[in-house]
Antibody, heavy 124, light 110 residues
């Protein structure tokens, strides 16, 4: 059974940093790209970032490019999202998701299985 | 910037059929956008229903189906049930690894 467990969320001041983690189990982690999606409370879903199975190829939404860094440690079956220069509009529940394939061509980085999410609140 | 459009809300009677759509602010949706559909109930993580236009995810009942209708992707629910009352989101692949979600449709079954 695929399981994804996010952690690292919390309250941070504007301009601060936070690192999210996503521990994966139930599948061969290195064989799949992974994706972060966020959801502002009461609003819709927003794709944030994806990374190929090898970790060599990251992709970012324009809204986070230059501030967020996605990475993975295949030896630990863990996905990360380093978030710097946080803004109030980054406040959201952040979901980790397993993608459909090793890479992201043809849209295969879209979410297949989802974690339960971790809440990030950016506020002074 | 391309916007993915969805109806903000829809209602269907129990046992009825409803089609939700997913379009583009400019242009037509085709299979090359690899549309996918997700269902989300309040307080829960999304659940994958349909991927690659019309492939049902594991465990999804066959009353959920995906297609291209005209210039939009479509999710059709046949024989709607009370527990289908949820938010439904589509996502489109824009190329270069970029995904864009629609704003979601709130479906009411009454």
């Amino acid at each position: 059974e695929v399981q994804l467990l996010e952690s690292g969320g919390g309250l941070v001041q504007p301009g601060g940093s936070l690192r999210l983690s996503c521990a994966a189990s139930g599948f061969t982690f290195s064989n799949y790209a992974m994706t972060w999606v966020r959801q502002t409370p009461g609003k819709g879903l927003e794709w944030v970032s994806s990374i190929s199975g090898s970790g060599a190829t990251p992709y970012y939404a324009d809204s986070v490019k230059g501030r967020f860094t996605i990475s993975r440690d295949n030896s630990k079956n863990t996905l990360y999202l380093q978030m710097n220069s946080l803004r109030t509009d980054d406040t959201a529940v952040y979901y980790c998701a397993k993608a459909f394939a090793l890479g992201c061509s043809g849209g295969t980085c879209r979410p297949d299985y989802w974690g339960q999410g971790t809440l990030v609140t950016v506020s002074s | 910037q391309t916007v993915v459009t969805q109806e903000s809300s829809f209602s269907v009677s129990p046992g009825g059929t409803v089609t939700l759509t997913c379009g583009l602010s400019s242009g037509s949706v085709s299979t090359s956008y690899s549309p996918s559909w997700y269902q989300q109930t309040p307080g829960q993580a999304p659940r994958t229903l349909i991927y690659s236009t019309n492939t049902r995810s594991s465990g999804v009942p066959d009353r959920f189906s995906g297609s291209i209708l005209g210039n939009k992707a479509a999710l059709t629910i046949t024989g709607a049930q009370a527990d289908d009352e949820s938010d439904y989101y589509c996502v489109l692949y824009m190329g270069s690894g970029i995904l864009v979600f629609g704003g979601g449709t709130k479906l009411t079954v009454l």
